[in-house]
């Protein structure tokens, strides 16, 4: 059975920083591009940072460009989110999925597995 489980959430205050991770099971994605997408209360989900097969390019939103960064451990099936300089509008639930191809994409139909999410809070 393949799953992606997230971890690293929690509370933080305005200007902290967290990293989320997670973990795959069940089957490598070493050859899929990786994603990070959140869902803020009565919001859409939208698209955070996605990283390629390798490692070697990523994609982020605007919102979170030099914030925050992806990365990848094919070795151990995980990627990464090193999120800085959190602000009170990055609060929402945090989801990591494996993409259908090798190239990063912000699309979030091009993702076919998801995790369950991790809590992210900050405090303003």
């Known amino acids: 059975q393949v799953q992606l489980v997230e971890s690293g959430g929690g509370l933080v205050q305005a200007g902290g920083s967290l990293r989320l991770s997670c973990a795959a099971s069940?089957?490598?994605?070493?050859?899929?591009?990786m994603g990070w997408f959140r869902q803020a209360p009565g919001k859409e989900r939208e698209f955070v940072a996605a990283i390629n097969w390798s490692g070697g390019d990523s994609d982020y939103a605007d919102s979170v460009k030099g914030r925050f960064t992806i990365s990848r451990d094919n070795a151990k099936n995980t990627v990464y989110l090193q999120m800085n300089s959190l602000k009170s509008e990055d609060t929402a639930v945090y989801y990591c999925?494996?993409?259908?191809?090798?190239?990063?994409?912000?699309?979030?139909?091009?993702?076919?597995?998801w995790g369950r999410g991790t809590q992210v809070t900050v405090s303003s």
């Open positions: 069940g089957r490598t994605f070493s050859s899929n591009a």
């Open positions: 999925a494996a993409a259908t191809g090798p190239l990063a994409t912000f699309r979030l139909h091009e993702y076919n597995y």
